[in-house]
């Protein structure tokens, strides 16, 4: 019999996946008896998949594109952000049930505020995309005290309903149409533009750009990438080009969202400055301007 919990992340085409590598400083760093594993599963097999996994003794599964709203519905019991969201990124055997949760959001605001120094209390944000991703981290930006939050998607349609879905927490709303179909090509100005704009689309996946509105960059701009990869993803070298002040992948991100999970799963939250250091996420440079 095999004493060591298991675990995995489980997605479609993740052989570049991080985070067994992660999870297994993690472990180490809290010396914590489990193995992590990576489950690469195309859509058709993925309840399957998992209720298999979970069946033999798995503890808990992370979970990544393009599975998200499959675990929400696959989940028994949800917490109230993986609720909201629509969308589960973390798995958990609790008393014979499958439990969901979501800790994107929270690992994209601790990633901004505690590693990058972003402030986000007053902040005017671009989010591109108005997918799983997308729904995981509105909550939680807006609880942040974001001074507006305005969603851009190649449907409009989907950006004004998901924008619709969360007005009750914030000022969220959807770009206007007329400026959703502008690819690539933005005006820098000094007193225009936002101060963060999140790519939460799969373009990055594909090596393309996603569709931006003009005079979306100004000179404090923070642009980051949710993807993550080796060199810069288009969308981060583009937005350096565009004049944007800073311009991050999410490799952070990865990194705080996994210790959530972590610590849902094992009841030890990690410190996650060493692996951060170890993978070569970044250094954070001096704080950016406040917003305003």
Partial sequence: ????????????????????QIHAMFAKATRQAMEYGLLDVPPPAFSTVVRNFFRDGGRGLNVTVPHKAAAHRLADTLTPRANRAGAVNTLAAVDGKLHGDNTDGAGLVRDLTVNLGCRLEGARVLLLGAGGAARGIISPLL?????????NNRHPARARQLAKEFSDLGPVTAAP????????????????????????????????????????????????????????????????????????????????????????WRGVRPDTAHVLEALGARTPPPPLSSPG
Avoid: C, K
């Fill in 1 to 20: 019999m095999n004493s060591i919990d298991r675990y995995a992340v489980i997605g479609s085409n993740i052989g570049h996946s991080r985070s067994p």
């Fill in 177 to 264: 149409a007329t400026t959703a179909a502008i690819r690539g090509r933005t005006a820098v100005s000094d007193d225009a533009g936002y101060e963060l704009i999140i790519n939460a689309t799969s373009a990055s996946l594909h090596g393309e750009l996603p569709q931006i509105p003009n005079h979306a960059v100004g000179t404090q701009t923070f642009a980051y990438d949710l993807a993550y990869g080796e060199r810069d993803t288009v969308f981060v070298h583009w937005a350096r080009g565009a004049g944007a002040a800073r311009a991050v992948m999410g490799l952070g991100m990865l990194v705080e969202q996994a210790a959530e999970s972590f610590f849902i």
């Fill in 143 to 151: 609880e942040a005290g974001v001074s507006a939050l305005v969603i």
